[in-house]
Nanobody, 116 residues
Framework: VQLVESGGGLVQPGRSLTLSCAASGFSLSRYYMNWYRQAPGKEREVIATISPQSGHIGYADSVKGRFTISRDNAKNTIYLQMNNLKVEDTAKYYC??????????WGQGTQVIVSD
C-alpha cells in the first residue's frame, strides 16, 4: 500500500493549487478517503472527506467554500482543489484511507506554503 501526494508549492494568498494523491497496492474505490493537513506546531486535522462513489463529501469549516475534494477511481487517485488560499492554509497535506484496517498507511505529504 502506497499513497503519494503531490502538487504542493509556494503560492501567494488568493491563488490556487491542486493536490493529487496517487494510491497503489490497493483499490481506493472501496474506501472513504480523507485529506488531512498539519501546520507547524499543530496537530494533524482532517479537512475533507469523500465517499467511494463521491456521493458524500464533507469539509472542515476552515476550508468550506474554498476547497473541493474529488476522486477518479479509474486512476486510483484523489484530488484537492484549493482556491483562494490563505496564509493559514500553510501546512503539509496528506491523504489517508478512512478505514480501521488501513489506518497505519500515510504518504510523505506535500508541502503548501502560502505567503507574499
Amino acid at each position: 500500500v502506497q499513497l503519494v501526494e503531490s502538487g504542493g508549492g509556494l503560492v501567494q494568498p488568493g491563488r490556487s493549487l491542486t493536490l493529487s494523491c496517487a494510491a497503489s497496492g490497493f483499490s481506493l474505490s472501496r474506501y472513504y478517503m480523507n485529506w488531512y493537513r498539519q501546520a507547524p506546531g499543530k496537530e494533524r486535522e482532517v479537512i475533507a472527506t469523500i465517499s467511494p462513489q463521491s456521493g458524500h463529501i464533507g469539509y472542515a469549516d476552515s476550508v468550506k467554500g474554498r476547497f473541493t475534494i474529488s476522486r477518479d477511481n479509474a486512476k486510483n487517485t484523489i484530488y484537492l482543489q484549493m482556491n483562494n488560499l490563505k496564509v493559514e492554509d500553510t501546512a503539509k497535506y496528506y491523504c489517508h484511507i478512512d478505514s480501521p484496517s488501513m489506518d497505519t498507511y500515510w504518504g510523505q505529504g506535500t508541502q503548501v506554503i502560502v505567503s507574499d
